[in-house]
Every structure is written in C-alpha cells, then in structure tokens.
C-alpha cells in the first residue's frame, strides 16, 4: 500500500510518499508561496536528485496537481500513475472535541475540520483546501484525517478545564486540547517498542521540544496532560512564543503598548519566548553559541526554557505518581547535547540521570541514561508523517481495501 502524506499550510504543502510494504519514503517534497508570486515545488525523489520547479500555482489545488506530476514523472517521478496512491492522510491542526480518532473523510468530517476553523483559524482552513484539493487531482481515493488535537482527548476534566466559569466552556469550547499529538503518539509508542514492554505498563513523558515544543504525561498509553492548551501558545518558552504567565500580563500589555487583541496575539506568537528574552534568535544554536560567548540574556533565555522543562517533569510525574521514561524529542530534544544534559541535571530525586558518552548522539533512537538511573532517558526521532501514514493505513484497511 502506498500512502501520501499531506501536511498544508495557508501557502505551502508539505508531502511524502510511503510505501507501507517497508515503510519506506518514496519521495518527499514541499510546495511553498501558493498564491503568492514565485510559487516553487522542491521535489526530492528517494535515489534520485532534487527538482526545483518554479510555476504559477494559485491554489492549493494547483498546487496538489505539480505534486502528482512530479510523483508520477518519467524522470524524478517514483511511480508510474496515481493509481498506485492507495490512500491520502491529511495532517490536521485541530479536532477540537469532536475527533479522537483520526477519522476517513465524508461530509461529516469535511465540515467538522471546515468549523473547527473557529479554534484554528490560520491552520485549519488550510487542511479544507488541501483536502478539496485532493479530493479534486485524486477522486475517489480514500482521505484520512490525522488531529493533533486527538491523542490528548484522554486527558480528565481537572487537567483540560481552565479557571474560567463552566459555561465559558460550554459556549465557546474554551479548554485546553494540547497539540503534537501525533508526536507524542508516535515517540511514546516508539520507545515502548524499543524497551519490549507494553506501553499499557509504563508511565512516559515525552518531550517535544522544537521551535514549538510541549510536554505530554502519556500514562498506559495515553496522554492525562500536556502543556499546550486552548492554543499551541501555552505551557513552555519556546522559539518566539510566551508560553504560560500571569494572564493580567495580557490586559496590561495591551494597554501599555496600544495593542489590539490580534496585535497582541501576534506579539505573544511571534516576539516573545528564546527570541524575545535573548534579543538574538529564535534559533536554539545562536543562543547557545550566544550565552557561550557570554551574553547574558541568551543565558537568562536557555536557563528558562530548561527550568521549566524541569517544572513539567516533575508536574507530569506528580500526575501520574511515578516515572519510568523520559523521551526527547524534535529538533532540540534530538539534536541539542547540551541541552539535554542540562535538563536532566539535578533530576536525580527522580531518578533521571544521564550517561555523557552515551548522550552524545543526534537524530538517532537511543537510550542516554546512567545503567544505574531508576528512570530510562531516551532520544526518539519524531516521524510524524510516518504516525499519519500508519493510522491512514490501519482506517484504510478497514474498509476492505
Ligand atoms: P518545528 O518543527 O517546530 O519548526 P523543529 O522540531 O524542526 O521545529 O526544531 C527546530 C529547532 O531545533 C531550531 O530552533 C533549532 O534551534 C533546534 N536545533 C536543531 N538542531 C540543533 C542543534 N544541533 N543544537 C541545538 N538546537 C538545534
């Protein structure tokens, strides 16, 4: 079974053909600018060069058309016609309460993604048009939808509801979802595999920590909290965004600042976190090369984003009354040495350690913790596409297919 994988944005389209046989990319790609002048498709076939297509694409639906054309190509192409795309699997911002399950696309999902632009409304509507759009080059080829929403529908009320009056909730759906699920979906089960145990019998924190990052308690398998919320804003420091604080901190910015609603939104998505506190980047290795050359407020920005890694760690080992694995993962989480060491330094009370000679590793599964730590540390690469891959192909296969 070959599955293609789509991710969109409000201009671009990130794709990857798997063949489900092995597992194996096929190809992978992005189309970037749709719409916008200077429309580009970067096409990368597994053994062969990349191909670098400029053409006008004034929509998503163009836009899905060059992908086909460049899977299908006589030269860079990896297949010979779409007919060998079994299934599509569609990345989707949020599921809100409605999905926890990713679900095979009918009129009922289309219009529960397409109103659930109301809680994401720069990521959802982007998901409508790639699925129209897919809808349109592929018909009649099975759509699965992946949430990043849905992993964390598990989480109980105390963990999801917000301090706010219930019927806040009720009316305006204001609640902590959590996002990156298919992440931490795909590292918790990762590492439960890698130690042979079943993951019903573990009690895992995964980590995510890239340019967004959040933390997920995933206890038996299933996520009871995590630091995002209402939106991907919440919980950690992360690249430019704020992560929690003081709500009044909000209303008084505003006020200082002549801020309206969406400036202020945009000023806590987009000029705050690493990058805000540092004034050097939103870029972990400039801040780190930054405070290694002294600058002290690069160091004020890491030792923040670490500390409160640590606050989560041993929130989310409260919550669930112990601790068996800690997983990294995501850009820093898989690439940054000293960032991990620094993590887990003074974590011994709850038994995490780390093994220097063992941590020095980037990108690849690994376990990073002293033979003697009560708790495993491990490094998980994160294949999300990988994850909607999987589950497209286990709704697919239920049809009969
Ligand atoms: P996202 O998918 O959220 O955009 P990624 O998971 O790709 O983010 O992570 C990007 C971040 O990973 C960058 O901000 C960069 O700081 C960090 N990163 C990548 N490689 C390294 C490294 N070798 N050392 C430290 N940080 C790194």
Redesign the pocket.
């Known amino acids: 079974m070959k599955i293609l994988v789509v991710n969109c944005g409000s201009s671009s389209i990130k794709y990857q053909l798997i063949d489900m046989e092995n597992e194996q990319v096929m190809a992978k790609g992005l189309v970037e600018r749709i719409g916008i002048p200077g429309s580009v498709i970067t096409h990368r076939p597994e053994g062969k060069d990349k191909v670098v297509i400029e053409a006008e694409m004034k929509n998503h639906t163009v836009g899905i058309k060059y992908v086909i054309d460049c899977l299908t190509h006589p030269e860079y192409g990896v297949i010979k016609d779409m007919k060998e795309i079994d299934a599509t699997g569609h990345r989707v911002a949020h599921g809100g309460e409605l999905f926890s399950e990713p679900e095979l696309v009918d009129q009922r999902v289309f219009e529960g993604v397409r109103d659930l632009g109301r809680l994401a409304p720069l990521h959802n509507p982007a998901s409508v048009m790639g699925i129209e759009a897919t809808e349109e080059a592929l018909p009649g080829v099975p759509m699965v939808t992946v949430f990043d929403t849905a992993f964390h529908q598990t989480m109980p009320p105390k963990a999801f509801l917000y301090g706010i009056p219930y019927n806040m909730y009720k009316d305006y759906a204001i609640r902590s979802y959590g996002f990156h699920g298919t992440s931490h979906k795909y590292v918790a089960e990762t590492v439960a595999k890698e130690i042979g145990k079943p993951i019903e019998d573990l009690k895992i924190i995964t980590c995510?920590?890239?340019?967004?990052?959040s933390i997920t308690a995933v206890d038996g398998g299933k996520s009871v909290d995590t630091s995002m919320g209402f939106t991907p804003l919440g919980g950690l420091i992360m690249?430019t965004r704020c992560g929690d604080m003081d709500p009044a901190v909000v209303p008084f910015i505003m006020e200082k600042e002549g801020f309206t609603p969406e400036d202020m939104n945009q000023f806590m998505n987009k000029k705050c976190g690493v990058e805000g506190i540092s004034g050097v980047s939103?870029?972990?290795?400039?801040?780190?090369e930054a405070a290694n050359n002294g600058n002290e407020r690069a160091r004020y920005a890491l030792d923040m984003f670490i500390y409160r890694v640590q606050r989560y760690i041993g929130a989310y080992t409260a919550a669930m009354n112990g601790l068996d694995v800690l997983v990294f993962t995501?850009?820093?989480?898989?690439?940054?040495?000293?960032?991990r060491e620094e993590i887990c330094k003074n974590m011994d009370f709850f038994g995490i350690t780390i093994d220097p000679e063992k941590n020095n590793i980037?990108g690849e599964i690994k376990e990073i913790s002293q033979d003697s730590g009560r708790v495993k540390v491990y490094v998980v690469p994160?294949n999300e596409e990988l994850m909607i891959a999987r589950e497209t192909k286990a709704i697919v296969e239920k049809l009969g297919k």
């Not at 995510?208 to 990052?213: D, K, M, Q, R």
């Not at 939103?282 to 780190?288: A, P």
């Open positions: 995510h920590l890239g340019n967004g990052a690249g939103s870029d972990f290795r400039d801040v780190e995501a850009g820093i989480g898989e690439n940054s040495i000293t960032m980037r994160t």
